[in-house]
């Protein structure tokens, strides 16, 4: 059972532990799309233990981040 230690789950990986976990540009995708409170749609939408090929991963997770951003300016964050 994951108790947050390294290696436990791949975003616990990227976010607290900043360990290199798909690739740079992959990882900093993840970590902003928790920051703007993604992150149970990141795991319902994702097995990340097996993502997909890299590139259709990239581009899924950037459609994430970019309308999660659009949310939030909506909402008055300051993002």
């Given at each position: 059972m994951p108790n947050g230690n390294k290696g436990d789950h791949p975003i616990t990986d990227i976010?607290?532990?900043?360990?290199?976990?798909?690739?740079?540009?992959?990882?900093?995708?993840?970590a902003e799309i928790v920051k703007l409170g993604g992150e149970k749609e990141l795991e319902r939408t994702f097995n990340l233990f097996q993502p997909p090929p890299l590139d259709d991963f990239k581009r899924a997770?950037?459609?994430m981040r970019d309308r999660l951003w659009a949310e939030a300016k909506e909402s008055g964050w300051e993002v």
């Amino acid at each position: 059972m994951p108790n947050g230690n390294k290696g436990d789950h791949p975003i616990t990986d990227i976010v607290v532990w900043k360990t290199l976990r798909f690739s740079p540009s992959v990882d900093a995708l993840i970590a902003e799309i928790v920051k703007l409170g993604g992150e149970k749609e990141l795991e319902r939408t994702f097995n990340l233990f097996q993502p997909p090929p890299l590139d259709d991963f990239k581009r899924a997770l950037q459609g994430m981040r970019d309308r999660l951003w659009a949310e939030a300016k909506e909402s008055g964050w300051e993002v």
